[in-house]
Structure formats: structure tokens, C-alpha cells
């Protein structure tokens, strides 16, 4: 597909922005003998001037400026007049303050300019970090292929990262990779296993998806917290220390899923750490809650692997960019503590986590709704709004592991559960939470029910 062509099928009006023509670059700034010859047939096959094309484009209702490869010219590599283009589209997304959009189908840098092509990546690089800075989202769409720089750049650069179905994406092209080497990782559902994409989109779900996004990343106005997720279970408040932990632990209970479905009414997926791993036990993404942005991580029982925290930190670092408000789920038995996480660097990644929210600028609102084991799940709760369920516990340590370390034996396992005050009403009562969200409603439980209007905290 051309770069015309899935612009047309993205988006729904394109204003083009031409830059200003210039002299025929000849063979180019080495000199490279029929460097001229062969830009002047890639433009006559393509129509285009260079490789890529940029202008401002409306995707499902949002506006944005949208930047297309021609992979036709020259293997949509870039060049000097490239990076030329790719530095206006930055530098038009920042004028006009919108997203930035990119359609991304690239061999990497143009081998007939030699250095002179390679340092745009620089050009690329600034211009994407200008555009951070102004808290603009940038989306990167990859195709068949995304190699080189244009995928270190523009590709996984990105803040959100979609490829099409099948694609070839990777740093190495298919050929200069090394003998033997695994195909699959140089695709786009490798490098989604990989935590380098977030979601394979199929190419008839593209513009609604991209229309998704774009909602989805629109803030207006100052961020207001997340309100507290209602609750799902008919639980009551448990008598015992034990009784929470068998509440908490309950197959039936109530799972991080079935509490995303119930509060936003769209949600988009982030996946992966961006450094080879995700973690299947946390859903992390952005989503529309009343029809504003808030952006989830959601753990879902399981021991949480470092690349989940890793994940987490991206998501929230992101939500702190853009100025959108911040819901976690905490429901983790603790931090996955296995020679592989150690390898994996559990400990930094942990505490990125606990930097990540203890910096964040945006509200961060936390609900326990399972099992608040440690540091593992502390590390996403928010110092000052974190409310639990009826049906959810939260502890300095396990009562099992307490009752290890204490030379305890088995049969006291439940008096050090009722010993650790770990129950909701004991958390409640000793400050570190807000509120118990539960069956009798939360308002008689709030310790700060302060309520806006709309139902968000105040």
C-alpha cells in the first residue's frame, strides 16, 4: 500500500503540507554516481518528491498531523530532504498542538547520502523529544517493512506503537541479519511478544483504532483523580485476619478484568516493558471513564514479573506527560521472588515503580481488590488515595511467611493473621487507606468523601 493509499484509508480529510521545492539534489552529497537517476525514477513510479509526506489529517472525529512513508521511493529510506520533512511534521504537531501520527514503512537511512542520512535520526530524535516536551502523544502505525533507524525512531520510539499484521519490524533488515537467525523476531507478533508493540492491529480495524487512540490521548483541562471503582462483590467485612485472606484469595472473587469492564467504557491496551519482557499477570493501557482519559494498571493476582513493573512505570510516566489521571489495581500475592526475576532485575524495577508514582504530577487513585501482598503490591498504590474492598487484604507480609520467620508453626498461622491487622476495617483504622469500598456503600466508610459533582473526587 502506498503512502497516499492508507492515508486514504486512515484517514478522513488530508491537507497536505508541501515544503518548498528545491534544486534536483543531483548524486546527492557524496557524489554517489546515479544517486540522481535512480530519485528521478522513484518519482516517476511513486508521483512523490521523496519518501515521505506529512500534513494535518482527522481520524474518527480527532485531528492530528500524520506522517506516511512511501516505501516505493528509494525503500522509503531517508535522506536529507526526508529528515527535512519529518522535522516540519514535529514542528507543525507543536504549532497547532496535536498528536502526531505516523505511518511507518521505512529500509532505514539511504546509503548514497552516507552520514549525511544517518544523522537525520539525530534531527528525528530531537524533534520527538521537543514534542514530549510540549506533552503532545505521539502514535507510530509500522508496516511491511520498518527496519533501521526509522524503526529506532519514529517505530519504537513512539508513545504508543501498533503494527500491521505480518509485518517485518526490527533494527536489522532482512538482509543484514545474521545467519540462522530466528525470522519471528523480526516480526511484528515477535516484537508484540517481545513488549516492543502494543497491540497487532488488522489493517480493516486500523482507523477506527487510531480514532480510539487519538480520543483516548485528548486531554482538556487540568487532571482531576480517577474516581474509586464501585464495588463488584457482596462480600462483607470479614471478622478475622484469616477470613480476609480467604476472602481475598476466593476463586469467585471478583478479578481486575471484570473491574475494567465495569468502569471504562473503551479501553486501549499498552503492552510490554519496551526492554523484551511483558508480564501477562497486569493489564495496563488508557482508557475512557465518563468520557474523560484515565489511564489503568491492573494487577490480576498473579506474582507480578519485573517486566510488569517495568510496564507499569511506562504507563504512568506516559499518564504524567500527557496530564492523564492514574487508576491502579493492586491484587498481587507479592513481587515474583524466583532466580529468573532476580536475573530480570526485580529490585530496580520495583522501585522504578515506587519513583514512577511517588513523582507523578497527575492524581493517582489505588483500589486493593484482592490481595495486597508487600512491597509488590505497595509499590502501585497511591500514598494518599488508596481504598480497598471488602474482600481484599493488605500486609507488610503474608501470614504464612510471618509465621515462617517467626518460628511459628503451621497451626498459628491464622492467630498471626489476626496479629498483623490486615483487614480492611484494621487499615481503615490505622490510616492507611481512605475508604472501604464494599456492599454497604463507601460514603459511611470515607474517612475524605469529599465529593465533585460529576462524581469525581474532589
Given at each position: 500500500?502506498?503512502?497516499r493509499?492508507?492515508?486514504a484509508a486512515?484517514?478522513?480529510?488530508?491537507?497536505?503540507?508541501?515544503?518548498?521545492?528545491?534544486?534536483?539534489?543531483?548524486?546527492?552529497?557524496?557524489?554517489?554516481?546515479?544517486?540522481?537517476?535512480s530519485?528521478?525514477?522513484?518519482?516517476?513510479?511513486?508521483?512523490?518528491e521523496?519518501?515521505?509526506?506529512?500534513?494535518?489529517?482527522?481520524?474518527?472525529g480527532?485531528?492530528?498531523?500524520?506522517?506516511?512513508f512511501?516505501?516505493?521511493f528509494?525503500?522509503?529510506?531517508?535522506?536529507g530532504?526526508?529528515?527535512d520533512r519529518l522535522e516540519a511534521?514535529?514542528?507543525l504537531?507543536?504549532?497547532?498542538?496535536l498528536p502526531l501520527?505516523?505511518?511507518?514503512?521505512?529500509?532505514?537511512?539511504?546509503?548514497q547520502?552516507?552520514?549525511?542520512?544517518?544523522?537525520?535520526?539525530?534531527?528525528?530524535?530531537?524533534?520527538?523529544?521537543?514534542?514530549?516536551?510540549?506533552?503532545?502523544?505521539?502514535?507510530?502505525?509500522?508496516?511491511d517493512?520498518?527496519?533501521?533507524?526509522?524503526?529506532?525512531?519514529?517505530?519504537?520510539?513512539?508513545?504508543v506503537?501498533?503494527?500491521?499484521?505480518?509485518?517485518?519490524v526490527g533494527?536489522a533488515?532482512?538482509?543484514?541479519?545474521?545467519?540462522?537467525?530466528d525470522?519471528?523476531?523480526?516480526?511484528?507478533?515477535g516484537?508484540?511478544?517481545?513488549?516492543?508493540?502494543d497491540?497487532?492491529?488488522?489493517?480493516?480495524?486500523?482507523?477506527?483504532?487510531?480514532?480510539?487512540?487519538?480520543?483516548?490521548?485528548?486531554?482538556?483541562?487540568p487532571?482531576?483523580?480517577?474516581?474509586?471503582?464501585?464495588?463488584?462483590?457482596?462480600?462483607?467485612?470479614p471478622?478475622?485476619?484469616?477470613?480476609?485472606?480467604?476472602?481475598a484469595?476466593?476463586a469467585?472473587?471478583?478479578?481486575?478484568?471484570?473491574?475494567?469492564?465495569?468502569y471504562?467504557?473503551?479501553?486501549?491496551?499498552?503492552s510490554g516493558?519496551?526492554?523484551?519482557?511483558?508480564?501477562?499477570?497486569?493489564?495496563?493501557?488508557?482508557?475512557?471513564?465518563?468520557?474523560?482519559?484515565?489511564?489503568?494498571?491492573?494487577?490480576?493476582?498473579?506474582?507480578?514479573?519485573?517486566?510488569g513493573?517495568?510496564t507499569?512505570?511506562?504507563?504512568?510516566?506516559?499518564a504524567?506527560r500527557l496530564?492523564?489521571?492514574?487508576?491502579t489495581?493492586?491484587?498481587t500475592?507479592?513481587?515474583?521472588n524466583?532466580?529468573?526475576?532476580e536475573?530480570?532485575?526485580?529490585?530496580?524495577?520495583?522501585a522504578?515503580?515506587?519513583?514512577a508514582?511517588?513523582?507523578?504530577?497527575?492524581?493517582?487513585?489505588?483500589?486493593?481488590?484482592?490481595?495486597?501482598?508487600?512491597?509488590?503490591?505497595?509499590?502501585?498504590?497511591?500514598?494518599?488515595?488508596?481504598h480497598?474492598?471488602?474482600?481484599?487484604y493488605?500486609?507488610?507480609i503474608?501470614?504464612?511467611?510471618?509465621?515462617a520467620?517467626?518460628?511459628?508453626?503451621?497451626?498459628?498461622?491464622?492467630?498471626?493473621?489476626?496479629?498483623?491487622?490486615?483487614?480492611?476495617?484494621d487499615?481503615?483504622?490505622?490510616?492507611?487507606?481512605?475508604?472501604?469500598?464494599?456492599?454497604a456503600?463507601?460514603?459511611?466508610?470515607?474517612?475524605?468523601?469529599r465529593r465533585?459533582?460529576?462524581?469525581?473526587?474532589a
Open positions: 500500500m502506498s503512502a493509499e492508507i492515508i486512515v484517514a478522513g480529510n488530508f491537507t497536505e503540507h508541501r515544503p518548498p521545492r528545491r534544486p534536483a539534489p543531483g548524486d546527492g552529497p557524496l557524489g554517489w554516481a546515479g544517486y540522481g537517476e530519485r528521478a525514477r522513484a518519482a516517476a513510479r511513486t508521483g512523490e521523496e519518501s515521505v509526506l506529512h500534513g494535518v489529517a482527522a481520524i474518527g480527532s485531528s492530528c498531523v500524520l506522517v506516511s512511501e516505501f516505493g528509494l525503500g522509503g529510506s531517508l535522506g530532504h526526508a529528515g511534521a514535529y514542528a504537531a507543536r504549532e497547532l498542538r501520527v505516523s505511518l511507518v514503512a521505512t529500509g532505514g537511512s539511504r546509503m547520502e552516507g552520514m549525511i542520512a544517518l544523522t537525520q535520526l539525530q534531527r528525528v530524535a530531537r524533534a520527538s523529544a521537543l514534542l514530549r516536551a510540549a506533552g503532545l502523544p505521539q502514535i507510530a502505525v509500522v508496516r517493512p520498518t527496519a533501521g533507524g526509522g524503526w529506532a525512531t519514529l517505530g519504537a520510539g513512539s508513545d506503537v501498533l503494527a500491521l499484521p505480518g509485518a517485518q533494527f533488515g532482512s538482509r543484514v541479519r545474521p545467519a540462522g537467525a525470522p519471528y523476531a523480526y516480526t511484528a507478533e516484537q508484540w511478544a517481545a513488549g516492543q508493540i497491540a497487532v492491529v488488522p489493517p480493516e480495524e486500523l482507523p477506527g483504532t487510531l480514532g480510539r487512540w487519538l480520543a483516548a490521548l485528548t486531554v482538556s483541562g487532571a482531576q483523580p480517577a474516581p474509586v471503582p464501585g464495588p463488584l462483590s457482596a462480600a462483607g467485612l471478622e478475622t485476619g484469616w477470613e480476609a485472606v480467604e476472602q484469595r476466593s469467585a472473587r471478583p478479578r481486575a478484568a471484570a473491574y475494567l469492564d465495569a471504562f467504557e473503551d479501553r486501549l491496551p499498552l516493558d519496551r526492554c523484551g519482557g511483558s508480564d501477562p499477570g497486569l493489564l495496563c493501557g488508557v482508557g475512557l471513564h465518563g468520557g474523560r482519559p484515565v489511564a489503568y494498571v491492573a494487577q490480576c493476582g498473579t506474582a507480578t514479573l519485573p517486566a513493573y517495568r507499569a512505570s511506562r504507563v504512568i510516566a506516559l504524567d496530564g492523564i489521571p492514574v487508576l489495581l493492586v491484587d500475592p507479592g513481587a515474583a524466583d532466580a529468573e526475576a536475573r530480570a532485575g526485580a529490585g530496580a524495577a520495583i522504578g515503580t515506587f519513583a508514582i511517588a513523582g507523578a504530577r497527575v492524581p493517582v487513585t489505588t483500589l486493593v481488590i484482592g490481595e495486597g501482598g508487600s512491597g509488590g503490591a505497595l509499590a502501585l498504590a497511591a500514598p494518599d488515595n488508596t480497598v474492598t471488602a474482600d481484599s493488605f500486609s507488610v503474608a501470614p504464612e511467611q510471618a509465621a520467620i517467626l518460628k511459628r508453626g503451621p497451626d498459628q498461622v491464622r492467630s498471626t493473621a489476626d496479629q498483623l491487622r490486615l483487614r480492611p476495617q487499615l481503615l483504622e490505622l490510616g492507611v487507606v481512605r475508604s472501604v469500598v464494599g456492599p456503600g463507601r460514603e459511611d466508610r470515607d474517612r475524605s468523601a465533585a459533582d460529576d462524581g469525581w473526587l
